[in-house]
């Protein structure tokens, strides 16, 4: 059964992408392998991933070369990218993969329980962009239906001062998510989408 959530795993030897796709198979997610950075750029170039599993050693385009193609591009620079590497000289990669752009370094032999519980992270992350996407369409069709057309602002105190606060609570949900895109820790994620569902749920009541 296909997932919305996709993994793209990149790693030059197939036995290392069969093995990642058995470690995550446990998780409601589609991983997508490739066995390149070539490979890797144009699987993102037509469709979206929640995250990017990037060996670092790999012939022709390494995982770095390949980390700072995804971060150059405004379509996937966005996407957090967790580096897997070989053990031996972890210190100077780790380095190296955080200034490419990574948000997490995990050295090989991993630790499948270890792997499944980080990619959990992310995959509860994206699906919590894909609702508040949802949420803001739902929020959209709500206003078109109650008058305002689409480059019309709506009148805030018509809708009972619930604008302003749904406004106030999607940006620190965005603040939220660009500290997790900068590596820095967001517990507070889960409650701020929650608080903003709330005052989403509020607004259709009353409109």
Known sequence: MPHDTRILAVDDREENLT???AVLDALPVEVVPASSGQAAL???????????????V????????????????PRTRDI???????AGGESEQAYRGYAAGAVDFLT?????WLLRAKVSVFV???????????????????????GAGPDEAPDAASCGGLL????????????????MRSGEPADDLEALVADLRLALDAFSAGT
């Open 108 to 112: 090989k032999p991993f630790d499948p």
């Open 80 to 86: 957090p990218i967790i580096f897997l590497t070989a």
């Open 19 to 21: 093995a990642l796709a």
């Open 164 to 179: 302003p606060a749904l406004d106030e609570r999607l940006s620190r949900v965005e603040d939220a998510l660009a500290r």
């Open 58 to 73: 790999m012939p022709g385009m390494d995982g770095f070369e390949t980390a700072q193609h995804i971060k150059a591009r």
């Open 124 to 146: 509860d992350l994206h699906r919590s962009n894909l609702e508040l996407r949802r949420q803001a369409a739902l929020l959209r069709r709500t206003l078109a239906e109650n």
């Open 42 to 56: 144009k699987e993102l170039l037509s469709d979206d991933f929640a995250l990017i599993l990037l060996d670092v």
